[in-house]
C-alpha cells in the first residue's frame, strides 16, 4: 500500500475509531474538569472574602438595596438643588421689582411639584463593611486553621475560648454554692426565730412568777406557793372543821 503522512485530524479520526470508549471518558473528564474548576474558583472567591453561600446573597441584596437607595438620594439632591435655584431666581426678581427698574421681565414659573411639599435631605449611609474579612491571606489562613481547632482555641477576635466541659462544670459549682448559701440562710432565719420564741417563753415565765411571790394568798399570776401560804391555808382548813363540829353539837344538845 501507499504510505500517507499522518495529520492531527488523521490521528485523532483512528484513536476515536479504534477506542472509542476512551475517547468518551476523556471528554466526559474534560467537561468536568471544567465544572470542578469555576466551583472551586467560586469556594476561593467566598474563602477569600470569609463569607457562606448563603451570607453572599445577603451581601448581594443588601449591596442592590444600597444602590437603589444613593439612586434616590441623587434624585432627591436634585429636586433640593432645582428647587434652590427657583427660589432664588423669585427672589432676586422681587428686589429688581422692589428697586423699580424698568422693563422688568415676567415673574419665573416654579415647578409647582416641587414647592407642593418640604421634604428633608435623606441622610448619607456608607455601605457597611464586613467585620469578618481581615484580609485574603487571614481568610485563607483561617479556612486552613480554624479558630476552633487551634491550641488553645480562639475566636474570630483572637480572644481564647474556654472549654465547655470546663464551662458547665463551673456552672454546676456555682449552682451549688448558691444553693449551700440558700440553705444556710434559710437555717440561719429559722435559729433566729427559735431563739427569739424562746426569749418570749423565758420573758412570760419571768413574769408569771413575779406575780406569783407578789400575791402570797394564791391570787395572783399562778406562781409557785410559799411556805406561809401553805400554813395559812392548813390553819383556816382547821378552822372551818372546827367550827362545824361546835355547831353540830349545840344542834344536837
Known amino acids: 500500500g501507499r504510505a ?17 470508549g476512551i475517547f468518551g471518558v476523556m471528554i466526559l473528564c474534560a467537561v468536568m474538569c471544567v465544572v470542578l474548576c469555576g466551583f472551586l474558583g467560586y469556594h476561593l472567591w467566598l474563602a477569600a472574602k470569609n463569607v457562606t453561600t448563603n451570607e453572599s446573597y445577603k451581601w448581594g441584596e443588601l449591596r442592590q438595596a444600597h444602590k437603589r437607595y444613593e439612586r434616590q438620594r441623587s434624585r432627591q439632591m436634585e429636586r433640593l438643588a432645582k428647587r434652590r435655584v427657583q427660589r432664588e431666581k423669585r427672589a432676586a426678581w422681587r428686589a429688581k421689582r422692589e428697586a423699580g427698574s424698568q422693563n422688568q421681565a415676567a415673574m419665573p414659573e416654579l415647578d409647582l411639584e416641587s414647592e407642593s411639599s418640604e421634604e428633608e435631605l435623606m441622610p448619607f449611609e456608607p455601605f457597611p463593611d464586613n467585620h469578618f474579612d481581615r484580609g485574603i491571606l487571614q481568610n485563607l489562613w483561617e479556612v486552613a486553621s480554624p ?77 409557785p406557793e ?9 390553819s383556816k382548813k382547821k378552822g372551818g372543821s372546827a367550827g362545824v363540829g361546835r355547831d353540830g353539837k349545840e344542834k344536837a344538845s
Open 4 to 20: 500517507v503522512p499522518g495529520s492531527n485530524s488523521v490521528v485523532l479520526q483512528y484513536l476515536v475509531f479504534n477506542n472509542w
Open 147 to 223: 479558630f476552633s481547632l487551634r491550641d488553645p482555641p480562639v475566636d474570630c477576635e483572637g480572644l481564647v475560648v474556654p472549654d465547655p466541659a470546663m464551662v458547665y462544670a463551673e456552672a454546676q459549682r456555682s449552682e451549688e454554692k448558691r444553693a449551700k448559701s440558700g440553705q444556710e440562710k434559710s437555717a440561719e432565719g429559722g435559729n433566729k426565730n427559735r431563739a427569739k420564741k424562746n426569749g418570749k417563753k423565758k420573758k412570760e415565765g419571768e413574769g408569771n412568777g413575779e406575780g406569783g411571790e407578789g400575791d402570797p394568798g394564791g391570787k395572783g399570776g399562778g406562781g
Open 226 to 234: 410559799t411556805e406561809k401560804s401553805k400554813k395559812s391555808k392548813n
